[in-house]
């Protein structure tokens, strides 16, 4: 079987037409997705008797709902992925999704808690059925046998994320401090229903892409369809989910947290299906499929530092950062939009010095850029180290001197160079070593790990109450830089595990043998 990708495409400047018609769809659907984002948490905080009233919340129950959603918002990947790689295939997924977020974003303007919740729940299922799907088809737009090009495609997408990140905190976040918190939401629905019509008019470009792969291999070479069950038909599927339920019960029991007792219970079936995915492997692939598994805890560690600034950094620049640009007031929710706004400047820069680093010999691994953005985000959080010891409190614990903006901007310009180094190297990772059958699959495991990693940083948030900001901020910059420093220590063993499947053009053996396109493309 040929790939998919290698069909003649239409292009434009270089890469499929297809690229950017994801690219557009994606745009609209994270501008949806941030402008939400960008007022959530104030939206929770801001008083009840304000002129824009919000919900009235204390900032650690805003935070840990903020983390609770954000987590669930990328663990519903994973189911995504699974309904794509079993039932409809990724490009059907993604018009599912897209469906859910506009009724969901929709519901969120109107002004009831069961519209609230409802609305949530939505965007949860939407996120979950579009996120992972949409990626996977970025990279099979592209044959395996060009790597640098699939890396340039994955830059490019990465930059109508953010276009959409930073246009919709401007504007979202205005409408929504300024007019209502309402308003904003609904805002947030017209443009995922924009990118939702782009999609669809963008169908004659992706036929190719994203359709339902059958495996045709002998009944006794591959797993039973049904995932759940073939858990416990391998000894080392069950030990991995026993180890995981009892981990949870232990939480429940022994920590009194019911509700992290069942997160960590619910989490045991997909770790099963991991292990599951493994067993289904060849020796090549399941050396793959392991060093990606490792690579999503350096995964967890980045968005659990990263997602601060939905969280933590927002009320922090909402009730501690002097917002005073002469006779101007910044909004908070407007620094949401500062990470994606140096990602549009910086992206091409980034891109371009780890081009020059390769070509002079040295170490460019996906891996190592990974390691480095790891570092490079954690000593941003030094920065709000500094700002942090500028706030001043009375006697009674209210603020009474701010610290100043330019603090937040350094942090976030630092948050920004890592993530370059790190997260559309990450995306294009996925799609150079999963197994093609696995791939919704893979890229969904990914962003269930991006989900973990926005639940630590709940976590982190809240604990600011008892600890201080000082003490978070600190610890976070050491830590990101330890992990890191360690990654890199143990990188050429990690790197043995990929079988060169970044070093080489193409693959050492053909991966694609046994499995046909469900609507007869091959």
């Known amino acids: 079987m040929t790939d998919s990708a290698s069909i003649n495409q239409k292009s434009l400047f270089g890469h499929p037409i297809g690229l950017y018609i994801l690219f557009l769809t994606e745009m609209w659907e994270r501008f949806s997705y941030y402008g939400m984002r960008a007022i959530l948490v104030l939206y929770l905080v801001a008083e009840t008797a304000a002129d824009n009233p919000g919900l009235g919340w204390a900032n650690d129950s805003a935070i840990a709902l903020y983390g609770w959603y954000t987590m669930f918002v990328y663990v519903a990947s994973i189911p995504g992925g699974i309904i794509a790689d079993k039932l409809l295939g990724q490009r059907k997924s993604v018009f599912v999704g897209g469906l859910l977020l506009v009724a969901g974003h929709s519901v969120l303007a109107i002004e009831t808690m069961m519209a609230f919740y409802s609305g949530l729940i939505l965007i949860v299922m939407g996120v979950g059925m579009l996120k992972p799907n949409i990626s996977t088809?970025?990279?099979?737009?592209?044959?395996?046998?060009?790597?640098?090009?699939?890396?340039?495609?994955?830059?490019?997408?990465?930059?109508?994320?953010?276009?959409?990140a930073a246009a919709a905190a401007l504007i979202v976040g205005y409408v929504g401090e300024n007019i209502g918190w309402h308003y904003g939401f609904g805002l947030a629905g017209i443009g995922m229903a924009l990118g939702q019509l782009t999609y669809w008019y963008g169908q004659k470009y992706l036929k190719h892409v994203g359709n339902l792969v059958v495996d045709t291999r002998a009944e006794d070479e591959k797993e039973n369809n049904n995932l759940f069950v073939a858990i416990f038909k391998h000894t080392n599927s069950i030990i991995a989910f026993a180890i995981m339920v009892l981990a949870g019960l232990a939480v429940w029991f022994f920590g009194d947290s019911w509700s992290y007792g069942l997160l960590i219970i619910g989490l045991a079936f997909f770790v099963g299906v991991g292990v599951v995915v493994y067993n289904d492997g060849n020796k090549v692939e399941k050396d793959r499929i392991l060093v990606t598994y490792l690579s999503f805890l350096i995964i967890i560690i980045f968005w659990g530092a990263f997602e601060q600034a939905g969280g933590l950094l927002n009320v922090y620049a909402a009730q501690k950062t002097d917002l005073r640009f002469g006779e101007f007031m910044v909004p908070a929710s407007w620094f949401q939009s500062v990470n994606a706004i140096f990602i549009l400047v910086f992206a091409t820069i980034v891109g371009s010095i780890w081009v020059w680093w390769k070509n002079r010999g040295k170490e460019s691994s996906s891996l190592f850029k990974m390691a480095i953005g790891v570092i490079i985000m954690g000593w941003g959080f030094f920065f709000m180290s500094i700002a942090s010891k500028e706030v001043g409190y009375?006697?009674?614990?209210?603020?009474?001197?701010?610290?100043?903006?330019?603090?937040l901007v350094l942090a976030y310009?630092?948050?920004?160079?890592?993530?370059?180094?790190?997260?559309?190297?990450?995306l294009s990772f996925i799609t150079k070593l999963a197994p093609e059958r696995w791939m919704a699959f893979m890229m969904g495991a990914y962003f269930a790990a991006t989900g973990l990693g926005n639940k630590v940083a709940g976590l982190l948030g809240e604990s600011a109450t008892d600890y201080g900001e000082f003490t978070i901020f600190t610890g976070i910059a050491v830590f990101c830089t330890i992990i890191g420093i360690l990654v890199i220590i143990v990188l050429k063993p990690l790197k043995r595990l990929t079988h060169g499947a970044e070093e080489r053009e193409g693959n050492s053996y053909d991966e694609t043998e046994g499995f046909e396109l469900a609507d007869g493309q091959n």
């Open 394 to 407: 009375d006697a009674a614990g209210e603020v009474i001197a701010k610290s100043g903006m330019q603090w």
């Open 413 to 426: 310009l630092f948050h920004t160079i890592g993530e370059l180094c790190a997260s559309p190297v990450a």
């Open 137 to 164: 088809m970025v990279g099979g737009l592209y044959p395996r046998n060009e790597q640098n090009k699939r890396d340039m495609g994955f830059y490019i997408f990465y930059m109508g994320i953010n276009l959409g």
